[in-house]
Each structure stands twice: as C-alpha cells, then as structure tokens.
Antibody, heavy 122, light 107 residues
Framework: QVQLQESGPGLVKPSQTLSLTCTVS??????????WSWIRQPPGMGLEWIGY???????YYNPSLESRLTMSVDMSKNEFSLKLRSATAADTAVYYCVKDRSSVEIGHFDIWGRGTLVTVSS | IVMTQSPATLSVSPGERATLACRAS??????LAWYQQKPGQAPRLLIYGASTRATGVPARFSGSGSGTEFTLTISSLQSEDFAVYYC??????????FGQGTKVEIK
C-alpha cells in the first residue's frame, strides 16, 4: 500500500529556509495522476493546507504562503519537497505530506505521512 | 471559505450518539470531508462528498448536509472514537480550508 515519509531538520533558525522531503513508497508519483500535498498543524491547533504538486511539476499554493513557498518533485527518487523561506516562529508545526484520495475528485486526503515536527527557534 | 465547527468540545458517554456540526461561510455544495485525529497521530479520512464513507470506516459514522450546513453523526460511540474531528471543504480552492475541530471526550 502507499506510504509517505517526511524527512528534514527538526530545528530551523528564524529567517532561514525550512526544507522538507516526502518519500513515497508503494506507488509512483507519476502513476495514477494524483496530486500530492503538504499540510501543517501548529502544536495544539488545527490543520492548514500548504500546497499541491502534480508529477508534472505543476503547483498550487496557499495564497497566504505563496510568496515564501516552493514545492518540487524528483521523479527519479519518487520524492516531493517543500521549501519555506524566511521562517518564523509561526511556522513551527507538525508537517504532513499527504495524497489525494482520487485523481478525479481532488481535494480530500486519504494517505498521510506520520508527520514531522519542525521548530523555528534560535 | 471559513469553516466553523460546533461545539468545540462534546462530552458523550460510550454507547451514546454524537452529533457534530460544520458550517461553511459560503456554499461548498457537497465537497466536504471529515477527518478523525487521535493524539500523536495523523488525521484519518472518514467521510468525503459530505456523506460517503472512506474505505474501512465503520458504518456507525455517517455524514449529511450540503451547501453550508453539514453534520457528522457517530451513532453509538466506541472507546476508540474519542478524538478530535475536523471538517474540510474542497469546493473553492486554493486554499482548501479546515474547521477548527471538535473534540469528542468521554463524559
């Protein structure tokens, strides 16, 4: 079955770039025509959708983060990545990589990684 | 689109029915999903299309509504159902937006 695994530094200094990678196993990023997302959750708070990437590299970002955000895909490694520039304490959160349930009816997420906590602090 | 869930906390005894509400600031048609999240775990998709159970979700979970008003009902609460529940709209994006969550706790 499809599994997702987030990886990256757990601690980022303010003003630096927060970088995470999601490794996909059990499926090809290219196969199925699915969209792949990042979603985050500050400690004790709710969920925020960050953005989408398609295997072609097409991206859709949350407008609130768009100016600082870059998502990319590496088909050779079956991975997709997130870079969030100029990090602040408000970016401290558990970051999840997720998969859409359907390639046709997009926008809801059936496979989630376990999540990785990223703390922005000096 | 702003999603508002009520109540923030719901205290229910095992075996009782739980009814959770979700309201959208504008119509989202039936493009509404519900998730369950237990402490230290990732959310789990329960319902999509406002009323379709995801694979493996027990029949005691049901969703209803369309437009701006939605409900998640758990017909007879089991011990494993005590968790936080989130609704999410996927009709108008970006961005997809979530409610702030309803915590279902043991009474």
């Amino acid at each position: 079955q499809v599994q997702l695994q987030e990886s990256g530094p757990g601690l980022v200094k303010p003003s630096q770039t927060l970088s995470l990678t999601c490794t996909v196993s059990g499926a090809s990023l290219q196969g199925g025509g699915y969209y792949w997302s990042w979603i985050r959750q500050p400690p004790g708070m709710g969920l925020e959708w960050i953005g989408y990437i398609y295997f072609t590299g097409k991206t859709y970002y949350n407008p609130s983060l768009e100016s600082r955000l870059t998502m990319s895909v590496d088909m050779s490694k079956n991975e997709f990545s997130l870079k969030l520039r100029s990090a602040t304490a408000a970016d401290t959160a558990v970051y999840y990589c997720v998969k859409d349930r359907s390639s046709v009816e997009i926008g809801h997420f059936d496979i989630w990684g376990r999540g990785t906590l990223v703390t922005v602090s000096s | 689109i702003v999603m508002t869930q009520s109540p923030a906390t719901l205290s229910v005894s095992p075996g009782e029915r739980a009814t959770l509400a979700c309201r959208a600031s504008q119509s989202v048609s039936s493009d509404l999903a519900w998730y369950q999240q237990k402490p230290g775990q990732a959310p789990r998709l329960l319902i999509y299309g406002a009323s379709t159970r995801a694979t493996g979700v027990p029949a005691r979970f049901s969703g209803s509504g369309s437009g701006t008003e939605f409900t998640l009902t758990i017909s007879s609460l089991q011990s494993e159902d005590f968790a936080v529940y989130y609704c999410q709209q996927y009709n108008d994006w970006p961005p997809y937006t979530f409610g702030q969550g309803t915590k279902v706790e043991i009474k």
